[in-house]
Every structure is written in C-alpha cells, then in structure tokens.
Nanobody, 120 residues
Framework: QVQLVESGGGLVQAGGSLRLSCAAS????????MGWFRQGPGKEREFVAA???????DYADSVKGRFTISRDNAKNTLYLQMNSLKPDDTAVYYC??????????????WGQGTQVTVSS
C-alpha cells in the first residue's frame, strides 16, 4: 500500500508559478510510475505529466514548455513545477502512482488532490 499526499496548491495570478509536491509513504523510485492528473470545474480528469518506471517523461500537449515534472528519490517525493500559469490550468491536481510501466486513469494509488486556482 502506498499513501500519497499532495501539497503546494493555492491561488495565483495568470503568468505566475506554483510547485506541487507529492510525498509517498514508501519507496517508489524502483518499479513505480508516478504522475500528475487534474480535474477542472465541469471537466473530466485528464493526464498532465508522468515519469514512467523506465525513467522516461511525458507531458500533455497543453502543458509542454510550461510544466516540469521531477522526483527526489531520497525523499520519495514527486514534484510538478508549473510556470506561466493560465486560468485554464485551474483544477484539482492529483498525484498517482502504479507499480507498472505507466500511470493511467486506472492507476492503483491516488492522493487526495490539491486545488490550484489561477486568476485572470
């Protein structure tokens, strides 16, 4: 069992930055893929970014060039640096982890979510 706890959300003006963190309760640096998803108001949950278990990184087209995903294996923590934020980035952001090559909407472990609100 892996518990995931997100933090770092908040209210920011358009063009600003935030860094989200996701602390895992156990080592996830080997054999686990981890990623970020988000669900905006009235929208379906969508993929944002992920680090696959093999080390590759992937981003949704909507955040490429603005968001950076990274992990600190010593701290069992996943990060999402979000720059040049837009009102469309407003959403609850969820961290996900899965003991498999990829994370998907059906990933085994999820955090409780952290709210990001971008004002125009």
């Amino acid at each position: 069992q892996v518990q995931l706890v997100e933090s770092g959300g908040g209210l920011v003006q358009a063009g600003g930055s935030l860094r989200l963190s996701c602390a895992a309760s156990k080592r996830t640096s080997v054999g686990y893929s981890m990623g970020w998803f988000r669900q905006g108001p009235g929208k379906e949950r969508e993929f944002v970014a992920a680090i696959w278990s093999g080390g590759s990184i992937d981003y949704a087209d909507s955040v490429k060039g603005r968001f950076t995903i990274s992990r600190d294996n010593a701290k069992n923590t996943l990060y999402l640096q979000m720059n040049s934020l837009k009102p469309d980035d407003t959403a609850v952001y969820y961290c996900a982890a899965d003991p498999s090559p990829i994370v998907t909407q059906s990933s085994r472990y999820w955090g409780q979510g952290t709210q990001v609100t971008v004002s125009s």
